[in-house]
């Protein structure tokens, strides 16, 4: 509606507030686990070129060390695995070091345990030792690693009795999906687990608030196919992230239409879940 003239304007806008921010004092300074690719690494930018400082965690030096390369000093990053203990404490030194976490976004995550399709020949034919590995890799992450960094994340906030925590989970979240269902049972306890700490805050009036990110199919490099079921971009989702901050929301699905869908299949009873997850929610072992 407003024309290229305008976009150009609003990105000029954007880049003069992450210059300024980062010579006169950010906005509020967010930590970003999960910022080398992705819905992180534009979460990053979009938080940047809004004037606030960003501080980046992964495990990918040359993608972060690219990435302050294009956001200059209101990006920092550090090295770490949140599969591991080590990493608690990097974070930890982190956040010190940046002189305070306002917002923490937990990006992070994996599916090894997806599944191209759901067959008795592939059920009957599966390599069940690799699905094993994969699955308690999934767990790994998903949940040790999920829950590490938000103890993190938590710890801090309470003690300085504020902060915003924003989990990435998945429309995964809502019911479990035959094509890889750990990964949709991590992404319910990450829910899950983002629900609980946010009624512990209520009740405790502590100025906490805990925004769970539900996205679909996120346009990342690791999406191969091209019939995919409604693809949202990287862009779209950074925004989103970003307004759901904004906005201090509980719940918000990337985009609003996936919200309708998962509504949807909550419920719908197990013979329509089951064509339909058949049809629309099976994952290529390539999308990551």
Wanted: net charge negative.
């Amino acid at each position: 509606m407003f024309g290229g003239g305008f976009m150009k304007k609003s990105w000029a806008l954007g880049a003069l507030l992450c210059f300024f921010g980062a010579q006169v004092g950010a906005v509020g300074n967010v930590i970003v686990i999960g910022a080398s690719h992705g819905m992180g690494r534009e979460v990053a930018r979009v938080f940047c070129r809004n004037g606030y400082k960003v501080g980046g965690v992964a495990r990918n030096e040359i993608a972060l060390q690219s990435l302050r390369d294009e956001l200059g000093e209101s990006f920092s990053f550090k090295i770490g695995d949140i599969r591991t203990d080590v990493c608690r404490d990097t974070v930890k030194a982190f956040i010190s070091e940046m002189g305070g976490c306002d917002i923490f976004v937990m990006n992070a995550g994996i599916w090894d345990d997806a599944r191209q399709e759901v067959s008795s020949n592939t059920i009957i034919e599966f390599d069940w030792d690799k699905l094993l590995k994969d699955q308690l890799s999934t767990i790994e992450t998903n949940i040790a690693g999920f829950t590490r960094m938000a103890a993190v994340a938590f710890e801090y906030f309470i003690k300085q009795r504020k902060g915003h925590f924003v989990g990435v989970s998945s429309v995964d979240a809502v019911r479990g999906n035959p094509g890889c269902p750990v990964y949709s049972g991590t992404k319910a306890f990450e829910s899950t687990y983002m629900q609980g700490m946010r009624s512990a805050f209520d009740q405790t009036g502590i100025d906490i608030t805990v925004t769970d990110i539900r996205p679909g199919f996120i346009a990342t490099y690791d999406i191969s196919r091209k019939d995919t079921f409604w693809v949202e971009s990287v862009e779209d989702a950074g925004k989103g992230i970003f307004d759901a901050v904004m906005n201090k929301d509980k719940v918000v699905y990337i985009k609003a239409r996936w919200g309708l869908f998962a509504g949807y299949l909550s419920l719908a009873p197990d013979v329509v879940y089951n064509d339909v997850a058949t049809t629309f929610g099976i994952r290529s072992p390539d999308l990551g």
